[in-house]
């Protein structure tokens, strides 16, 4: 079974429009650490944010905030107010337990941000 | 310069050639991960270093490759008698920690993009 689910590999927006990128994931573990990459055309995966399993609010890190549904096993990010230079590969990744920090990543949603 | 650094950015090689691929993480970081990209796709891991050592090379596809990380920095990803299917974008990651008590994100180098012809 697929450890992390990205269903939309392609998503648009209109500039400063709000967008949601669905992510959910599979453990059996109790401690995880969820994650959220940013991929832009030139090739760095740049880091967005973090969620661990044991906390207890949505991360949030400027126009970014992940929302956390434990029950559901669900890690969507949330865009507020796109901007065009959000167009990018976004990769949604857990790490588990005693993974020693390895990734496990996702099959990434392409978001285009319309002007 | 202070992020990780990988080269060559761009390698074009035969079938059945030998290749290299070099990786200088951030100094001070002690774990080195290594994934692959192919094409559409999300990293796939292939291999992470604590230190010296492989702690995890369960990623790695078969023994065409092998990786080292002699001195505890920078890293050498060695890929023996290659095959069309090995081109893709091979990523480099270091991190302070491997813990899983500190969100510990992962900081990527821009990749060396490997074709083999």
């Known amino acids: 079974a697929q450890k992390i689910t990205q269903t939309q590999p392609g998503m648009f927006v209109q500039e400063k429009e709000a967008v949601t990128l669905d992510c959910t994931y599979d453990?059996?573990?109790?401690?995880?650490?969820l994650f959220w990459y940013k991929q832009p055309s030139s090739g760095e995966m740049i880091f967005l944010i973090y969620?661990?399993?044991?906390?207890?609010q949505n991360a949030t890190e400027g126009r970014y905030s992940l929302n956390f549904q434990k029950a559901r096993k669900s890690a969507n990010l949330v865009i507020s107010a796109s901007q065009l230079g959000d167009s990018a590969m976004y990769f949604c990744a857990m790490r588990e337990g005693n993974a020693g920090n390895m990734l496990t990543f996702g099959g990434g949603t392409r978001l285009m941000v319309k002007p | 310069g202070a992020g990780v650094s990988q080269t060559p950015s761009n390698k074009v090689t035969e079938k059945g050639k030998y290749v290299e691929l070099r990786c200088d993480p951030i100094?001070?970081?002690?774990?080195l991960y290594w994934y692959r990209q192919s094409l559409g796709q999300g990293p796939e891991f292939l291999i992470y270093f604590q230190g010296t050592g492989a702690a995890d090379d369960s990623g790695l596809p078969n023994d065409r490759f092998f990786a080292v990380r002699p001195e505890g920095s920078v890293s050498t990803l060695k890929i023996q008698r290659t095959e069309r299917g090995d081109s893709a974008v091979y990523l480099c990651a270091s991190s302070l920690f491997a813990s899983q008590r500190v969100s510990g994100e992962l900081f990527f180098g821009e990749g060396s993009r490997l074709t083999v012809l």
């Open positions: 969620q661990g399993s044991y906390d207890e």
């Open positions: 453990t059996s573990d109790q401690s995880y650490g």
């Open positions: 100094s001070g970081h002690t774990a």
